[in-house]
């Protein structure tokens, strides 16, 4: 699973619904629109969309305290990021 592959290293799994995961939450809504969009630019290169000036790529970082960088457009093909969009959008249900 791409999530368990990519991701679990610095998130618990979505369908724990850990308090501390909040960010999961109707994360779709909360993006900037068109969600699916940004959130592919998001996971392919973070740092390129801080560096462009992205209010809320910037805003992220101050949240979580973190300098993480998610930059996975080597690592994850178009197929692989909408698969996982698919799955936080199913395992994000309450």
Do not use: W
């Amino acid at each position: 699973m791409i999530f368990r592959r990519s991701c679990e290293t610095c998130h618990l799994s979505p369908e724990l619904h850990a308090t501390d995961q909040v960010f999961f939450d109707n994360l779709f809504e909360k993006l900037p629109k068109p969600s699916e969009s940004y959130f592919m630019k998001f996971i392919q290169n973070s740092r390129l969309l801080k560096s462009s000036g992205d209010k809320y790529a910037q805003d992220i970082d101050r949240q979580t305290d973190s300098d993480f960088e998610h930059v996975f457009k080597d690592s994850l093909s178009l197929k692989d990021i909408n698969n996982l969009i698919a799955y936080l959008k199913i395992a994000t249900r309450r």
